[in-house]
């Protein structure tokens, strides 16, 4: 896909509000360089953002659990900030299987940015039946998402860091340390694909 550069021409964008703040995640996933410099800021109306997602993973050391990511859900009074990824129709497609307990949904009318009006976006927002816990499965917050999101988050400015706090609803939630990998393998490879 060609560098993009052209906010006021309509295109399909991506509205990451978590982990897909991070080109290097968003990168990986499309196995293209995405520049932070073209994944513009915005924010988007009428939805809040929190950390009620259940994803099976499993962490290095074999622990296998619901990790708690982030999510959003709706609400008329709220807005939650991010950035806009222009992607193709097939890179949609990978990221939705990423995404795989969210559903991919139109916001478009309800996003605040530069780009053009005509523009589609598309948000992910978890599925009802990923938003609670699961009965003896333990849910943990992986620690290293969160530092991948919070640096993420950093690199866009001290502004943007405090608007993200300030727009997330707080959780009590149990951290775990170490590296995690999706328990779906057809989820892992969609969001680790091997380099080429």
């Known amino acids: ?3 993009f550069t052209d906010l006021t021409a309509p295109g399909l964008f991506i509205f990451g509000y ?14 293209r360089q995405v520049d932070a410099r073209h994944m513009p800021l915005a924010l ?11 994803v099976p993973i499993i962490f290095d050391d074999g622990i296998a659990c619901n990790g708690q990511f982030l ?10 900030n991010g950035v806009l990824i222009p992607v193709s129709e097939q890179e949609l497609a990978m990221l939705t299987r990423r995404e795989a307990q ?17 523009a589609r976006v598309i948000a992910f927002r978890g599925r009802a039946e ?7 499965v333990p849910s943990f917050r992986p620690r290293s998402y969160r530092s991948l999101v919070e640096t993420a988050v950093r690199s866009r400015g001290a502004d943007f860091l405090a608007q993200f706090h300030s727009l997330t609803k707080p959780a009590a ?22 380099a080429c």
């Open 1 to 3: 896909m060609a560098p």
């Open 18 to 31: 978590g982990s897909l703040v991070s080109s290097a995640s968003v990168s990986r996933t499309l196995q």
């Open 44 to 54: 988007l109306h009428g939805y809040a953002r929190d950390w009620e997602i259940r």
């Open 71 to 80: 999510d959003i859900s709706p609400q008329p009074d709220a807005s939650v």
């Open 102 to 118: 969210y559903d991919a949904v139109e916001v478009g009318d309800r996003i605040q940015s530069a780009v053009a009006p005509a």
């Open 130 to 136: 990923f938003r609670r816990d699961t009965p003896q």
């Open 173 to 194: 939630v149990n951290e775990y340390q170490g590296g995690y990998r999706f328990a779906d393998p057809a989820q892992e490879l969609a969001a680790r694909p091997p």
